[in-house]
């Protein structure tokens, strides 16, 4: 595996599990430190461990728990290279607008889209400071494209975390810090699968628009991280990062 990280550090917020766990493991492999920040203990021990690196437990909803995530990481390792702000929760009782309580709908925001903004407002002095950095923020497909399927608060997060990252990366792309928007198609994740075992019908009427035919890894997922935080990367700033079998291009799917 090519060494593009040797030498850097990069926090994971959501990193013991399917996109972050595939993506800290990605980055590690590649040279990176990574460091863990999770709300789960057992788990985000586990993720620090096998990859080497370090875990500190941080609620992304908690602005001094945040602020204490990407410190601790520059007080330990001496910056913080890549910031993946990738934590975020679907639960079953956000569905169509209809239905939705305004409780529901204030959890979504907060861990979706206000962990963004936290994460982003923590990192960036450090980044400054650096004179470079690479910011990924995880926001989804469903923030370019409509769904009778609905997910409201969570479509309405993703969307917000699109519209903050192409800010962003505008507003600090000539002090050279790059910010994009990851924008997943459906991911064979913990979180996917408990949704669509909840319902088949809903998962089967997903599957039929992926034109190639599958949902995709975490690890696939993971490649495109590491590509928009790599140098590869170095004249990418303020996109929307599509990595969907094709969903967001098709009119009608193959047979």
């Not at 330990?76 to 993946?84: I, L, P, R, Y």
């Not at 994740?189 to 039929?208: I, M």
């Amino acid at each position: 595996m090519v060494q593009r990280f040797e030498g850097r550090v990069a926090v994971i917020t959501g990193g013991s599990s399917g996109i972050g766990l595939a993506t800290a493991r990605r980055l590690a492999s590649e040279g990176a430190k990574v460091v863990i920040g999770d709300i789960s203990a057992e788990a985000g021990e586990a993720a620090a461990d096998e990859v080497g690196g370090l875990f500190v437990q941080a609620d992304v909803t908690d602005a001094d728990q945040v602020e204490a995530l990407f410190q601790t990481t520059v007080d330990q390792f001496g910056s913080v290279d890549v910031a993946f702000n990738n934590a975020g929760i679907s639960p079953p009782e956000d569905d169509s607008i209809l239905t939705t309580g305004i409780d529901a709908w204030e959890k979504v925001q907060k861990v979706n889209l206000t962990s963004v903004y936290l994460c982003c407002k923590a990192v960036l002095p450090h980044m400054r400071r650096q004179g470079k950095g690479s910011i990924i923020n995880t926001a989804s497909f469903v923030a370019v494209m409509g769904a009778a399927t609905s997910q409201i608060s969570y479509t309405a997060s993703k969307g917000g975390v699109l519209a903050m990252s192409r800010e962003l990366g505008v507003q600090f792309a000539r002090e050279n810090i790059r910010v994009n928007a990851l924008c997943p198609g459906p991911v064979n994740t913990p979180l996917l699968k408990e949704l669509f075992a909840k319902d088949p019908e809903r998962a089967a009427r997903r599957l039929v628009h992926v034109p190639v035919g599958r949902f995709a890894e975490p690890e696939e997922i993971a490649g495109a991280v590491a590509f928009l935080a790599s140098d590869d990367a170095s004249f990418i700033t303020a996109s929307q990062f599509l990595v969907d079998g094709g969903i967001s291009g098709a009119y009608v799917t193959p047979l």
